[in-house]
Nanobody, 127 residues
């Protein structure tokens, strides 16, 4: 069992930056690939970024590539999403999620592949 709590959301002007944090707890928290997703009202949850359990590999969606960076500190059981050059279309509720299996080499990107989810944090970008 893994529990996830996101923080760091807020209101920012276009071109600004935010850093989201996801604090994980549970015996196996550091052993799972971790992802960030986002969702706006009436739309499906969208993949943003994923990081391997070791932190050695990452992948970002094309829409955020070059602007967002995912990282993790397993000693602190925390995953981060650094968001730079924010655009109004980045406005959404951002969710942290843990992959359903421990260890492994996959960089999952589908909602169905993640078993544990946080409650979400709102990011609003004004034009």
């Amino acid at each position: 069992q893994v529990q996830l709590v996101e923080s760091g959301g807020g209101l920012v002007q276009a071109g600004g930056s935010l850093r989201l944090s996801c604090a994980a707890s549970g015996r196996t928290a550091s052993r799972h690939a971790m992802g960030w997703f986002r969702q706006t009202p009436g739309k499906e949850r969208e993949f943003v970024a994923v990081i391997a359990w070791s932190g050695g590999r990452t992948y970002c969606a094309d829409s955020v590539k070059g602007r967002f960076t995912i990282s993790r500190d397993n000693a602190r059981n925390t995953v981060y999403l650094q968001m730079n050059s924010l655009k109004p279309e980045d406005t959404a509720v951002y969710y942290c999620a843990a992959y359903r299996s421990e260890f492994g080499l996959l960089l999952p990107q589908r909602v169905s592949q993640f078993l544990y989810w946080g409650q979400g944090t709102q990011v609003s970008v004004s034009s």
